[in-house]
């Protein structure tokens, strides 16, 4: 295998010395960071952090990251109006691994955020049902638990099909990937009884938007879970606290947030979001709705635009690759502007529905070059370029856009978006 045979040359090389121009001396001189570092702090001197105890324990009864990675913050476009209807994306390039730490995780919100109070919140579940029955969250809470990992993504990730963006975050950043706890939704139907007509379930937020959202019944059935918790811990207020729906795999949009309504029904509601927003007009002159599924996408994040390489020599690609339809199997990557493709290293666990990291290692020559990446899902599904979605969608489509991303790099080493 390609993939195996690329990753054991590049084990037994010396990664920091073979063919780099400038790191043979930074091994030990400290690289980059060296120039400005002072000397006294350097081995094999002993650093002044060593030299007293360091701040007592109790300062910060919620952590937080380290004063040095302050510039690791939510992408709010400052384009935006970020009043009431507004979003924030996920700085994707400045993260490792498959989880979105709480405090980074996208938001897109309608109405703004509310604050409810968890004591006060109800959930109503009533129309075709046996026993129409309304919940506190601690009524939620006593029914069997489960955790599991998967993306969110807003349909409207980027939100266009030009590519405007500069950084991978600009570009997809409306996409995330958490713990997620709850109940099945399907265990919280069956306490009500589901009568024969049931096809639908509109779900209704608490936000000023009263944002809804008709789920098919097969999906409130399957894998779709009301949510109280996130890597761990309660919600956040932006992310729907104290309750959520959360339909893995379909677009952002459906995962209600703030939830306090389920309407069982044998029509889906046409809601606002379901017929103005979130359906794509086709070059035929129909509406594309109800598509559910965020089809594979997956996109480099470093090196990825904004960044530069120091130095030629090897550079480790890596990114993460999500599919609505299950698992990634492969991803592949091209570093000469799509000519050739090799697979990447897929990180484990390989989790259906969640973010997947693939990893590819490379030697950088020092010239310019062209990389991107491409998922292929457990259904053989091959993420499309640009062009080959535009050809079948057309230019007035705004939403859904899974298109291949290239970075160009330059031989200084910047990195920019290849399709701008
Ligand atoms: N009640 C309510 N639910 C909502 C929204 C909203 O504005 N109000 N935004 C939706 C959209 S468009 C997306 S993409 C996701 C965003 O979830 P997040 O903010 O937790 O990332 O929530 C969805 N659920
Ligand atoms: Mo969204």
């Given at each position: 295998m390609a993939k195996d045979k690329d990753a054991g040359a590049a084990t037994r090389r010396r990664f920091l010395r073979d063919g780099g121009v400038a790191l043979g001396g930074a091994i030990l001189g400290g690289g980059a960071g060296a120039v400005t570092a002072k000397a006294d702090n350097l081995p094999p001197e002993i650093p002044e952090w060593m030299k007293a105890p360091g701040e007592p324990m109790g300062s910060q009864p919620y952590g937080t990251p380290s004063p040095f990675e302050k510039g690791v913050v939510k992408n709010i476009s400052k384009n935006l109006k970020q009043y009431i209807s507004a979003s924030s994306r996920t700085p994707l390039q400045e993260l490792d691994g498959i989880i979105t730490p709480n405090g980074l995780f996208y938001e897109r919100h309608h109405g703004g955020v509310p604050t409810i109070d968890p004591a006060q919140h109800r959930l109503m579940l009533h129309g075709l049902v046996e026993r129409p029955l309304i919940f506190t969250v601690d009524d939620l809470r006593r029914f069997p638990s489960q955790s599991r990992i998967h993306f969110l993504e807003c349909s409207g990730n980027p939100g266009y099909t030009k590519p405007y963006g500069k950084t991978a975050s600009d570009l997809v950043g409306l996409v995330s990937c958490a713990e997620w706890t709850g109940v099945s939704l399907k265990l919280v139907l069956e306490e009500a009884g589901l009568k024969p007509e049931a096809k639908w379930v509109v779900a209704e937020g608490a936000d000023a938007a009263a944002l809804t959202r008709s789920i098919p019944i097969e999906k409130c059935l399957d894998d779709a879970m009301l949510v109280y918790s996130q890597n761990g811990e309660r919600l956040r207020p932006q992310q729907g606290y104290p309750l959520r729906l959360f339909l893995p795999g379909f677009e952002g949009n459906m995962s209600v947030k703030w939830l306090r309504r389920l309407h069982v029904t044998s029509e889906p509601a046409y809601s606002r979001e379901e017929t103005s927003k979130y359906t794509d007009l086709l070059p035929d002159g129909t509406a594309r709705e109800f598509s559910f599924y965020m089809e594979a996408k997956s996109i480099i994040t470093r090196p990825s635009g904004g960044q530069r390489l120091d130095v030629s020599g090897f550079h480790e690609i890596t990114g993460i690759a999500w599919s609505g339809h299950g698992k990634i199997v492969r991803v592949e990557v091209s570093v000469d502007d799509g000519r050739s493709w090799q697979s990447a290293q897929l990180q484990e666990p390989v989790l259906t529905r969640a973010l997947t990291r693939f990893r590819f290692p490379w030697?950088?020559?020092?010239?310019?070059?062209?990389?991107?990446?491409?998922?292929?899902?457990?259904?053989?599904?091959?993420?499309?370029?640009?062009?080959?979605?535009?050809?079948?969608?057309?230019?007035?489509?705004?939403?859904?856009?899974?298109?291949?991303?290239?970075?160009?790099?330059?031989?200084?080493?910047?990195?920019?978006?290849?399709?701008?």
């Open positions: 030697r950088w020559d020092g010239k310019a070059a062209v990389i991107q990446s491409r998922a292929i899902d457990e259904t053989g599904y091959v993420q499309p370029t640009l062009a080959e979605l535009l050809a079948v969608r057309g230019e007035n489509y705004f939403y859904h856009n899974n298109a291949i991303w290239p970075w160009r790099i330059a031989d200084s080493g910047e990195v920019t978006n290849a399709l701008a």
